[in-house]
């Protein structure tokens, strides 16, 4: 080969990779470099790489799955893969996007369809958030959580001083419906949503100061108290702005659960 | 211990790291069989992971390995693109480094493959035409990736379900194993030979599995890979999907392929549908028996010569 050439046949390779990509989205699509008989054997990689992501996101999501149906989430994760690649080979972080997708769907589902809002699964969409913001928490960083105990040897007026960090686990989700409650039901096959009101608001933190993640359902007033905090309020002034808010809570009662969830990064 | 020895004038990581026992049998390492692993603690020689579903910042699968670490390990790449007509991803290889210095493994791997394009990752491995270029650019990444850890890394065989056109790619296509010979020459990789791979290959572009594992030279080889493969039934293909038994054919591949070269690490490899961890012990205990008989044999013939 000469030196003109092997320059050539360098220029021309990546060319090729790029149209073999192009060749796993067109189904009869022919793929110069590929003897004429095997063409449609390029089918192998397409069924290889598309059901791979599709059943990737099957794995990330069981919950939204089993809820919106096995055949409408095949469709779903179909769509998504042609519109979202995995941007690394982390198969773990592939499909954060999902419920962004879902919604778009029912959306386009209503307007173009006619079928009422209230006849679709609206409520899938927050537990795909939910299923993916487990799946975050599962896969942080490890880091020791601040136990209630390490308070306990402050002085009152110290503890009041203090400021929190977030455990790199920790996920406050503002959700528009009982997810966790939905979540919960959907842990045995032959679940039912009788009797729950679905479209009840919900403020869910997800946690794992161990290697179990945990999910703890907060009121309103704690949600608050929580923001405070991590945006790096002291107890004391988080405290004040939260009896103007919620004057009949009180912060005790507010700051118990949170401490016992591992939601903050354990004293220096 | 056996270590692939790289040939004379590469580059040499001969004594910097370890390498698994010559008669060692592992198995993939599966989420689902961990607590048994645990408790019942069974005598395997490794446990093999595959490097990208272990690249999450903490949690779980860390924890995993930290209570198997008695095993030795076996990091398993599928994400790197070895065979990339672009660069490799720096980020990626750092990834891959990290995991190595947390968790160190007594072998790491990767494939003549190429999984990502532009940005993408398309989790699944690529075929590539064997040409020159390509092997000047797989050495080159390789060498990159060697230098990064310290030390050497496996390249495996992937299988194949398609001919390629040397006239339309415009350059001399190099057999198979002829380039996995010349790529150790020049980068002082190792082997990690897929019988499983091989078999499946053969039957899709027709070649002759035992003529292909007869010319892999010996010493280059640092690990087998042993696996079930299914079928395509509308285009005929074999397809390695990791999702059965070991099938006779592979077996006596096998064999025959200990028998030559000597007894090498060998992992059962089982992805999808994955069985009860005694199903898996039952596939482990038929290669390790095997490998005692190679062991037995050679041991015999180097008996007989050490008596004339």
Same mark, same amino acid.
């Given at each position: 080969?000469?030196?003109?050439?092997?320059?050539? /046949?360098? @220029?021309?390779?990546?060319?090729?990779?790029?149209?073999?990509?192009?060749?796993?989205?067109?189904?009869?699509?022919?793929?110069?470099?590929?003897?004429?008989?095997?063409?449609?054997?390029?089918?192998?990689?397409?069924?290889? +790489?598309?059901?791979?992501? %599709?059943?990737?996101?099957?794995?990330?999501?069981? +919950?939204?799955?089993?809820? $919106?149906?096995?055949?409408?989430?095949?469709?779903?994760?179909?769509?998504? /893969?042609?519109?979202?690649?995995?941007? /690394?080979?982390?198969?773990?972080?592939?499909?954060?996007?999902?419920?962004?997708?879902?919604?778009?769907?029912?959306?386009?589902?209503?307007?173009?369809?006619?079928?009422?809002?209230?006849?679709?699964?609206?409520?899938?969409?927050?537990?795909?958030?939910?299923?993916?913001?487990?799946?975050?928490?599962?896969?942080?960083?490890?880091?020791?959580?601040?136990?209630?105990?390490?308070?306990?040897?402050?002085?009152?007026?110290?503890?009041? @001083?203090?400021?929190? /960090?977030?455990?790199?686990?920790?996920?406050?989700?503002?959700?528009?419906?009982? $997810?966790?409650? %939905?979540?919960?039901?959907?842990?045995?096959?032959?679940?039912?949503?009788?009797?729950?009101?679905?479209?009840?608001? @919900?403020? %869910?933190?997800?946690?794992?100061?161990?290697? @179990?993640?945990?999910?703890?359902?907060?009121?309103?007033?704690?949600?608050?108290?929580?923001?405070?905090?991590?945006?790096?309020?002291?107890?004391?002034?988080?405290?004040?702005?939260?009896?103007?808010?919620?004057?009949?809570?009180?912060?005790?009662?507010?700051?118990?659960?949170?401490?016992?969830?591992?939601?903050?990064?354990?004293?220096? | 211990?056996?270590?692939?020895?790289?040939?004379? !004038?590469?580059?040499?990581?001969?004594?910097?790291?370890?390498?698994?026992?010559?008669?060692?049998?592992?198995?993939?390492?599966?989420?689902?069989?961990?607590?048994?692993?645990?408790?019942?603690?069974?005598?395997?020689?490794?446990? =093999?992971?595959?490097?990208?579903?272990?690249?999450?910042?903490?949690?779980?699968?860390?924890?995993?390995?930290?209570?198997?670490? =008695?095993?030795?390990?076996?990091?398993?790449?599928?994400?790197?693109?070895?065979?990339?007509?672009?660069?490799? &991803?720096?980020?990626?290889?750092?990834?891959?480094?990290?995991?190595?210095?947390?968790?160190?493994?007594?072998?790491?791997?990767?494939?003549?493959?190429?999984?990502?394009?532009?940005?993408?990752? *398309?989790?699944?491995?690529?075929?590539?035409?064997?040409?020159?270029?390509?092997?000047?650019?797989?050495? &080159?990444?390789?060498?990159?990736?060697?230098?990064?850890?310290?030390?050497?890394?496996?390249? =495996?065989?992937?299988?194949? *379900?398609?001919?390629?056109?040397?006239?339309?790619?415009?350059?001399?296509?190099?057999?198979?194993?002829?380039?996995?010979?010349?790529?150790?020459?020049?980068?002082?990789?190792?082997?990690?030979? &897929?019988?499983?791979?091989?078999?499946?290959?053969?039957?899709?572009?027709?070649?002759?599995?035992?003529?292909?594992?007869?010319?892999?030279?010996?010493?280059?080889?640092?690990?087998?890979?042993?696996?079930?493969?299914? =079928?395509?039934?509308?285009?005929?293909?074999?397809?390695?999907?990791?999702?059965?038994?070991?099938?006779?054919?592979?077996?006596?591949?096998?064999?025959?392929?200990?028998?030559?070269?000597?007894?090498?690490?060998?992992?059962?490899?089982?992805?999808?549908?994955?069985?009860?961890?005694?199903?898996?012990?039952?596939?482990?205990?038929?290669?390790?028996?095997?490998?005692?008989?190679?062991?037995?044999?050679?041991?015999?013939?180097? !008996?007989?010569?050490?008596?004339?």
């Amino acid at each position: 080969m000469t030196s003109l050439e092997r320059h050539a /046949s360098a @220029e021309r390779q990546p060319d090729w990779q790029r149209a073999f990509i192009e060749a796993l989205t067109k189904p009869d699509a022919a793929l110069p470099g590929i003897e004429a008989g095997h063409q449609q054997r390029l089918d192998v990689y397409r069924n290889n +790489v598309w059901a791979s992501l %599709i059943s990737a996101l099957e794995e990330a999501y069981p +919950v939204t799955r089993q809820v $919106v149906g096995e055949r409408f989430f095949a469709a779903l994760a179909h769509d998504h /893969s042609r519109q979202h690649l995995p941007r /690394s080979p982390l198969m773990m972080e592939y499909g954060a996007g999902l419920a962004e997708t879902l919604h778009a769907t029912l959306t386009t589902l209503v307007e173009t369809r006619q079928v009422s809002a209230a006849q679709l699964p609206f409520y899938a969409v927050d537990l795909a958030r939910f299923e993916a913001a487990r799946l975050v928490a599962y896969h942080a960083a490890d880091a020791e959580a601040l136990v209630p105990t390490q308070l306990a040897g402050l002085p009152p007026e110290a503890v009041m @001083e203090l400021r929190f /960090s977030a455990h790199p686990a920790a996920c406050l989700l503002h959700l528009e419906h009982a $997810v966790l409650e %939905i979540w919960q039901r959907h842990q045995h096959a032959d679940a039912t949503l009788e009797g729950l009101d679905i479209a009840r608001p @919900e403020r %869910i933190l997800i946690t794992r100061p161990a290697l @179990e993640v945990q999910v703890t359902v907060l009121c309103e007033a704690a949600a608050l108290l929580l923001e405070l905090l991590l945006a790096g309020q002291t107890l004391a002034d988080a405290a004040a702005r939260l009896a103007d808010a919620h004057p009949e809570q009180e912060l005790g009662q507010l700051l118990a659960p949170l401490l016992a969830s591992g939601v903050f990064l354990a004293l220096d | 211990m056996h270590q692939p020895s790289p040939s004379s !004038g590469s580059p040499d990581f001969g004594t910097a790291y370890p390498s698994l026992d010559e008669m060692a049998v592992g198995i993939s390492l599966k989420a689902q069989h961990v607590r048994e692993l645990m408790s019942s603690r069974p005598a395997l020689g490794f446990l =093999e992971i595959h490097a990208e579903n272990y690249m999450g910042a903490g949690g779980a699968p860390h924890a995993r390995l930290d209570a198997l670490q =008695e095993y030795p390990l076996s990091i398993h790449g599928v994400g790197l693109s070895l065979a990339s007509e672009r660069p490799l &991803d720096a980020t990626h290889l750092a990834r891959l480094r990290t995991l190595c210095e947390r968790h160190p493994p007594t072998s790491v791997s990767e494939h003549l493959a190429w999984a990502g394009h532009s940005g993408h990752f *398309y989790n699944d491995l690529l075929p590539v035409p064997l040409t020159d270029a390509m092997l000047a650019r797989v050495s &080159d990444n390789l060498m990159q990736l060697q230098d990064t850890l310290g030390r050497q890394v496996l390249i =495996e065989n992937p299988a194949h *379900y398609l001919r390629f056109d040397a006239r339309e790619l415009g350059a001399e296509l190099i057999p198979e194993t002829h380039f996995l010979t010349r790529l150790v020459e020049r980068s002082g990789c190792g082997l990690l030979i &897929d019988v499983n791979n091989v078999f499946v290959s053969a039957h899709n572009i027709g070649i002759d599995p035992a003529a292909w594992l007869e010319s892999i030279p010996g010493h280059a080889v640092g690990e087998i890979h042993l696996a079930g493969h299914g =079928e395509d039934t509308r285009e005929g293909l074999l397809i390695d999907n990791h999702g059965a038994p070991v099938c006779d054919e592979v077996w006596a591949l096998y064999a025959d392929f200990i028998n030559r070269i000597g007894p090498r690490p060998t992992l059962i490899e089982w992805d999808t549908q994955v069985p009860a961890l005694e199903v898996l012990l039952g596939q482990t205990a038929r290669a390790q028996a095997l490998l005692h008989s190679t062991r037995a044999q050679q041991l015999t013939r180097s !008996g007989m010569e050490g008596g004339q």
